[in-house]
């Protein structure tokens, strides 16, 4: 990737529901969760995650991201897909953007982001971002 933009986040909204869930095993459930974004990165978010909570409460999760906004001053959207992990209190995902579902301003972006944090009122990122 040719580009970097430091961005900070805040989760505004967190909707989680139950779908299946085994007597003494797993559960699966569902989050639909809002964000907002600041810095290189200036919008919103708005991920649903499909997640499988272990018995010992240890997770693994994936979901998709709608973000409306503008990267470094070109406006548009795009859309994140998330994998990952919850264990001990942190999670661990990667986030990249799906191929084809850049608009406006932002067709082309291909990027990704590491992410790895506890519980915090706001999240700072690296994400690395190339157009094609």
């Known amino acids: 990737m040719c ?3 430091a961005v900070t986040f805040a989760i505004k909204g967190w909707d989680e529901s139950v779908i299946e869930e085994v007597e003494k095993g797993p559960t699966l459930k569902r989050a639909v969760v ?3 974004y600041r810095g290189g990165l200036e919008g919103e978010g708005r991920v649903e995650y499909q997640m499988l909570y272990r018995s010992d409460g240890s997770a693994v999760f994936s979901g998709f991201e709608i973000v409306t906004g503008s990267l470094d001053g070109k406006s548009g959207s795009f859309v994140f897909e998330h994998r990952g992990t919850f264990e001990g209190g942190t999670v661990k995902s990667v986030w990249r953007v ?3 579902s850049a608009t406006a301003k932002l067709v082309g972006l291909q990027g990704e982001v ?3 944090a506890g519980h915090q009122d ?3 990122i690296t994400f690395d971002y190339d157009f094609e």
Do not use: L, N, R
Request: glycine share 6%.
């Open 3 to 5: 580009a970097q933009a």
């Open 34 to 36: 809002t964000k907002s």
């Open 98 to 100: 799906v191929p084809g």
């Open 114 to 116: 590491a992410f790895a």
């Open 122 to 124: 706001e999240y700072s």
